[in-house]
């Protein structure tokens, strides 16, 4: 078990429970490459009884077929925000999810009814990415580390939907294997487990799963244990450490090839 709770999560929290009466729907912004790790029950809580629109993102990074087997959250929409893959579907699921209320607004007389969306999910799953796809512009502020966005702030689209970018929140306690899945696709820092720790994992996964992704490194491979030593030798690389980098980032971009950690459970 790895405990977590930078402060500002908690923050973020009593934040979106504040502004919670104003919101009509919730994008629970999800990592395809982790739909279970990236998904905790408890944020529920959060957002009490919203409707809820489940965005699997970075499905450019994801393994399509065994993402799509999975037992996925409902309603909702495979997307990629970089990509912009599956982005124009979210406003018409939107309207579906929301016609009840829709159909109200309009009989009170609100024929162009603005729709208020609040944007969550943890750390760095690409919020502000969706968000910036969205509307086309570059309004919400984006990096490749977590924690990037530290307060929430309204934003309008084009489609005339009211969006609310949040901080990523993740919680207090993950199990080791979330863990390990969150730090390989980005969403925690890596600094919470130990590299070598990580990496390995990581390799295990890969061999178990997609062993022909390593062929990306064009090395003849004697002994799963000996690959970055391997690895190591090939780039010339100083430090056994640096070849546990390497790899992950490849991992993690999505260079080795398109990945689900999270299995059936
Ligand atoms: N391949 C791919 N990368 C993405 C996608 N969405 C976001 N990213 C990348 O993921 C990183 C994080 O994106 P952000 O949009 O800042 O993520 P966030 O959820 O707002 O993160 P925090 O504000 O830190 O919680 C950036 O490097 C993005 O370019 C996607 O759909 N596909
Ligand atoms: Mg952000």
């Not at 037992?71 to 016609?99: C, G, H, M, Q, V």
Request: aromatic residues 12%; glycine residues 4%.
């Amino acid at each position: 078990m790895i405990q977590w709770y930078p402060g500002h999560m908690a923050k973020t929290k009593r934040e979106i429970k504040e502004n919670l009466k104003l919101i009509d729907i919730v994008y629970f912004v999800l990592d395809a490459r982790c739909p279970f790790s990236s998904f905790n029950e408890d944020i529920l809580a959060v957002v009490e009884n919203k409707p809820i629109l489940y965005l699997y993102n970075k499905s450019s990074l994801s393994d399509y077929h065994k993402l799509v087997k999975l037992n996925l959250n409902e309603p909702y929409l495979i997307i990629d925000s970089l990509k912009k893959i599956n982005i124009n579907k979210i406003t018409f699921k939107t309207r579906d999810i929301l016609a009840e209320l829709l159909k109200t607004k309009t009989n009170q007389g609100y024929s162009n009814y603005q729709i208020k969306a609040l944007v969550m999910g943890i750390p760095n799953v690409g919020k502000s990415t969706l968000i910036n796809t969205l509307t086309r512009a570059k309004k919400a502020s984006t990096n490749p580390l977590p924690g990037h966005t530290r307060r929430l702030a309204w934003i309008r689209t084009k489609d005339d939907i009211l969006l609310l970018d949040t901080p990523g929140v993740l919680w207090p306690k993950l199990e080791e294997k979330v863990s390990y899945h969150l730090a390989l696709s980005g969403a925690i820092k890596e600094e919470i487990i130990k590299e070598e720790k990580l990496a390995y994992y990581g390799l295990r996964f890969i061999f178990k799963y997609y062993p022909h992704f390593l062929k990306y490194y064009d090395i003849e491979i004697t002994k799963k244990e000996d690959f970055f030593e391997q690895l190591q030798e090939k780039r010339g690389l100083k430090l056994l450490s640096e070849a546990y980098t390497i790899f992950l980032r490849d991992l993690k971009e999505g260079k080795l090839g398109a990945v689900v950690f999270d299995r059936d459970n």
